[in-house]
């Protein structure tokens, strides 16, 4: 299984990061985490064309997670991107009509030939990989997803602050993708520091953690280390891991 951070950072300009994607393959399916404003370019950086993603994850509507569907969906469309099943898409409460807005706006532009299935689903398999989606502190709809397959399991916080059950979900986890938006001398609402990670996976056999969403505010990170057992890693865009 691979893991590929597509886009390390946020909205804002910073270290060359793109906005926030990640990309899970495995079993011949190409499984998308978050779509931010570049997703294309980077989908091209790794190898990846549009019509080769199985699916996608939206973990809430902020632009810098969310819009670069919209981009896939239209990139759909052309005549060089053949696809025969349907795209499917899923995510945060609320995902069907936020995706219902923009048809609103662009109509058929955004509907692919291929077809297109929204699914608001709290669990759920797409392909090899088995999902549960959780609540998270950020917005009232943001969640986090957490993947589990062939005995491994993949934790994706989205956006979030540090809240008591997070630790719940990144039980055991291979690998544990954080939001770390911030440091404790610069508090940013809705996002995490460190050290408030380092909370959440502590006691958790959580192999390894990659710091993640990473805005001035974080401060600077080491490139990685180890700590209680735990692989801490500093994401970079098109940074590849395997499972």
Same mark, same amino acid.
């Given at each position: 299984?691979?893991?590929? $951070?597509?886009?390390?950072?946020?909205?804002?300009?910073?270290? =060359?990061? /793109?906005?926030?994607?990640?990309?899970?393959?495995?079993?011949?399916?190409?499984?998308?985490?978050d779509a931010?404003?570049s997703v294309?370019?980077?989908?091209? @950086?790794?190898?990846?064309?549009?019509?080769?993603v199985d699916?996608?994850?939206?973990?809430?509507?902020?632009?810098?997670?969310?819009? !670069?569907?919209?981009?896939?969906?239209?990139? *759909? @469309?052309? %005549?060089?991107?053949?696809?025969?099943?349907?795209? &499917?898409?899923?995510?945060?409460?609320?995902?069907?009509?936020?995706? &219902?807005?923009?048809?609103?706006?662009?109509?058929?532009?955004?509907?692919?030939?291929?077809?297109?299935?929204?699914?608001?689903?709290?669990?759920?398999?797409?392909?090899?990989?088995?999902?549960?989606?959780?609540?998270?502190?950020?917005?009232? &709809?943001?969640?986090?997803?957490?993947?589990?397959? =062939?005995?491994?399991?993949? $934790?994706?916080?989205?956006?979030?602050?540090?809240?008591?059950?997070?630790?719940?979900?990144? &039980?055991? /986890?291979?690998?544990? $993708?954080?939001?770390? !938006?911030?440091?404790?001398?610069?508090?940013?609402?809705?996002?995490? =520091?460190?050290?408030? $990670?380092?909370?959440?996976?502590?006691?958790?056999?959580?192999? %390894?953690? *990659?710091?993640?969403?990473?805005?001035?505010?974080?401060?600077?990170?080491?490139?990685?280390?180890?700590?209680?057992?735990?692989?801490?890693?500093?994401?970079?865009?098109? *940074?590849?891991?395997? *499972?």
């Open positions: 299984m691979k893991f590929t $951070v597509l886009g390390s950072g946020t909205a804002i300009q910073y270290q =060359n990061r /793109a906005s926030a994607c990640y990309l899970l393959e495995d079993e011949g399916y190409t499984l998308l985490l931010g404003f294309m370019d980077r989908l091209s @950086k790794a190898g990846t064309l549009a019509n080769e699916s996608a994850f939206i973990s809430h509507s902020h632009p810098d997670h969310s819009l !670069g569907i919209i981009h896939i969906l239209f990139a *759909l @469309k052309n %005549k060089h991107m053949e696809r025969e099943k349907p795209f &499917q898409l899923f995510g945060f409460p609320g995902l069907i009509f936020w995706t &219902q807005g923009f048809r609103d706006i662009m109509g058929s532009w955004i509907d692919p030939e291929c077809g297109l299935e929204i699914s608001e689903d709290e669990e759920g398999r797409k392909g090899p990989f088995g999902y549960t989606v959780f609540p998270v502190e950020h917005t009232g &709809q943001s969640s986090g997803i957490a993947i589990e397959w =062939n005995g491994r399991k993949v $934790v994706y916080t989205g956006d979030t602050g540090y809240f008591d059950e997070l630790g719940d979900y990144a &039980q055991d /986890a291979d690998l544990f $993708v954080a939001d770390c !938006g911030c440091s404790s001398e610069e508090p940013l609402e809705g996002h995490m =520091n460190l050290e408030e $990670v380092k909370c959440a996976v502590k006691g958790r056999n959580v192999k %390894k953690v *990659l710091l993640s969403h990473i805005y001035p505010e974080t401060g600077e990170l080491p490139e990685r280390w180890e700590e209680d057992g735990t692989l801490f890693m500093r994401a970079e865009d098109l *940074l590849s891991l395997e *499972l």
